[in-house]
C-alpha cells in the first residue's frame, strides 16, 4: 500500500502550497452568514470572508465539518492506503476531534489514528507538517504518531488580537474575554496552553503587543521551525515576519493568514507566532 496518509482540519492554517507539496488532507470546518453556508477556503477564502465580516450586521456562526464528511474522505483515502493519521486542532475547543473519531468507527478496514494536538492555527499546522513529511520519507503510521506525540510539548503559539469585540460574542475565547474584556484599548495577549486558549498579558499598542510576541519567541530558546500567522494583517504580519528573520536568519519563516473560522472569533488585525521548539 501507499505511505500513510495525513489529514488535517482548516483551522491548521498550512500555506496552501504546502498542503499541495506535502499532499496534507484538510477537511472544511464551516462558516455561516444567515442562512448561506460556506466551507472554510473552499467556498469562502480570507479576503471575502473578511469584507462579509465588515459588512455584515450580525457575528457569523462557526461549525465543524460532520462526521459523514470525515467518513467519505476517510473511504475515498481508504482507497489508496491502509493506515491514517488524523491531527485535529484543540479538542475542548471544537467538535472537529469527535467527528473524525466516529468517522474512523465506521471505517474499520483501515487503520486510523487520531491526535488531538491540543493547538489552533499553525502551532497545529507544524504538528501536521511534521507528520507529512515523515510520512513522505516512508515513516510507519506508529513512528508518525510517536514523532507528533513527541513534538507537541514543543509546539507554541502566541498572538496579539486587535479587538476583543470578537473572542467576546464568539464565546470560543470566553475565559480570556473575561479576564481582560473590563480593559479598554488593550490588545491582549493569548497563547495555546495545554489544550486551552489562555491570557498571557496585554499591551496598550500594536506596536508593543508586537514586540513583546516577538519578545517572547527570542527567549524561548533554540527554534526548530518559525511561523507568522494573521487574520487580514498582511502588512503587520510582514513587518513581524522581517523582525525574526534578523534573529533566525538561516530560518526559513512562513507566512501564513487564518481563514473564515477562526478569523470568526479572532477578528480582523490579529497577529500570531507559531514555533517549534528544538528542545523541550
Known sequence: MANVKIVTDSLADIPPEIIEELDITTVPCVVRFGSSEYRDRVDLFPPEFYHKLAVSHSLPMTAAPGAGEFEQIYRALAEKTDQILAIHTIASLSGIYNASRLAAQAVP???????DSQQVSMSLGWLVILAARAAKAGYSLAEIKALVEDARPRVHIVAMLDTLKYAERGGRLCQAAALLGTLLNVKPILSATRGEIVPIGNARTVKRALEH???????????QELAVVHAHATDLALSVQKTVAQAFPNKRILLSETGPVLGAHTGPGAVGIAWISASA
Open 109 to 115: 478496514d483501515v487503520q486510523i489514528e487520531l491526535i
Open 213 to 223: 510576541l516577538i519578545e517572547i519567541v527570542l527567549a524561548s530558546g533554540p527554534i
